[in-house]
């Protein structure tokens, strides 16, 4: 069983609706961004190092606990870091 995360107001962005940094400017994860392997997933990493996203799985039966397989964290974690190349060929 994964423990469950409380994330605290205090861990999210402090940004407001109308600021420069909720319109894009000033960018705060930097690309290229990497997947690295850990115990029990994947982690997404920014250019700097800042992990950005875990991607975790549970051995056994993924169906009966609706848990991701390793394979299907890897996937995930992988196409995460994808985003910046994707959305910068896009013109985002």
């Known amino acids: 069983m994964l423990p469950s ?3 605290g107001s205090d861990l ?5 609706v109308g600021t420069r940094q909720s319109k894009g ?4 994860f930097p690309p290229p961004w ?3 392997r850990i115990e029990g997933g994947y ?3 920014d250019a700097t190092g800042q992990s950005l996203c875990l991607s975790l799985w549970a051995s056994g039966d993924a169906s009966l606990g609706k ?3 390793l394979d ?3 996937r ?5 870091a994808k985003l910046p190349e994707l959305l910068r060929v896009r013109g985002f």
């Open 5 to 7: 995360v409380a994330i």
């Open 12 to 16: 999210l962005p402090q940004w407001g």
């Open 67 to 69: 848990t991701l397989t």
């Open 76 to 80: 995930i974690a992988t196409n995460l």
């Open 72 to 74: 299907e964290a890897r």
């Open 34 to 36: 990497s997947v690295e």
């Open 43 to 45: 982690k997404v990493l």
């Open 25 to 28: 400017w000033g960018r705060r």
